[in-house]
């Protein structure tokens, strides 16, 4: 969600990762839709384990990422932030904190039953 850009028909954000860039230059993106509701089309996080256009990877710790709200070719808003994710719990627990806005969640393994 951009603060100067709102969301309208035939926009889309693209996220850029350049902290996944590999030596021939491609970079991991995905290209959401930016046309209605609160915010861009959603897309799920995958902590390296590769790419596609409805998940983004990340590694752990800082990321460098780029975005462009775009309609059709051209670019309406760009910008850059810098996202940390991490493994920080016990048995599978996950937690990620992405800055600019800053959000937290937190995915927790449910207990063994017996």
């Not at 209605?36 to 460098?64: C, D, K, Y």
């Not at 991490?86 to 600019?100: S, Y």
Request: aromatic share 8%; with cysteine.
């Amino acid at each position: 969600m951009s603060r100067k850009t709102p969301l309208a028909k035939g926009l889309r954000v693209v996220i850029h990762n350049q902290s996944q860039a590999n030596q021939a230059g491609d970079i991991p993106f995905s290209d959401r839709s930016y046309s209605q509701g609160l915010a861009s089309e959603n897309f799920e996080i995958a902590l390296e384990q590769g790419h596609g256009n409805r998940f983004l990877s990340v590694n752990t710790g800082f990321n460098q990422f780029i975005y462009e709200i775009k309609r059709g070719s051209q670019i309406v808003e760009t910008g850059e932030f810098t996202a940390a994710f991490q493994l920080g719990c016990k048995d599978l627990t996950r937690a990620v904190t992405i800055e600019r806005p800053k959000l937290d969640m937190a995915c927790i393994q449910k207990p063994k039953t017996r």
